[in-house]
């Protein structure tokens, strides 16, 4: 019998966009070290991919993740960890670092090292009733590597707090309310929902987004001063890889009448 494979890739160059599925929902797609492994190499596999501007990660079944997988972590708690070896970290900075638009699809538990998935990914849509939390204080822990993803996503520090130290669970409604997903949506729309997103993103120009990822990671952790400065580098950046300018004419002419999203610069495709 084939071995399952526990992440799941389509590439579709001809739409610019990387379909990842978490692929264990008969165990929620609870984090093992071997899906870990198998992600890790999906995202490397794509990432140097220039076709590619977005990457969607999703997940089979009724949630999104359970979180880690308990019963490996405690076979790696028998030993001593090395320094920067938890396959979860480095997933993060790999999401977080990689050109493409990052976009995660939340449906059912988004728990611990679910949630870690979520808040690497630059937008996240989730379905209204999902359960987005941080159980590990009841077991005993503080929610290691979920922490900083929290802490550092922007909410404020009592949500977070309440996060992590409640145990308890935000719907997916109320994660859209706090900026902790981009937006909610009724669970049966969740899907189409989030291919109108990733079609609309990975049609934009590739320069403009990846200049778009680069200055807001760079920038927000910088005193304003130094988030100016920095953006001013940025800005010189993108001149070697796009020209916002290249068709002012044609932009204009589209958004008359209001917004039209739907305008995709020449030579873009």
Known sequence: MAKQKLVLKRVSEKQHIAWLTLN?????NALSEALLGELMDAIGSIRDNR???????KANGDS???????????????????????ASRKIVQMLRGCPQVTLASIQGYCLGGGLVLLNACDLAIAAEDAKIGMPEII???????????????GLPMKTAFYVQLTGRNLSGAEAARVGLVSQA???????????????????????ALEHAKLAAYTESDLPFDLALKADEFIGHRLRLYANPTGDVDGYLKSQKGGSNKGYVKPGTK
């Open 24 to 28: 264990r929902p008969e165990k929620k």
């Open 139 to 153: 077991r005993g822990s503080y929610g290691s590597v979920a922490t900083p993803t929290l802490f550092q996503s």
């Open 185 to 207: 949506v009724p669970l049966k729309e969740l899907a189409a929902t989030v291919k109108q997103l990733a079609l609309e993103v990975a049609s934009r120009e590739p320069g």
């Open 51 to 57: 076709n590619i501007r977005c990457i969607v990660l």
């Open 64 to 86: 999104f993740s359970a979180g880690m997988d308990l019963y490996d972590l405690r076979e790696r708690y028998k030993i001593p960890e090395r320094w920067n070896q938890a």
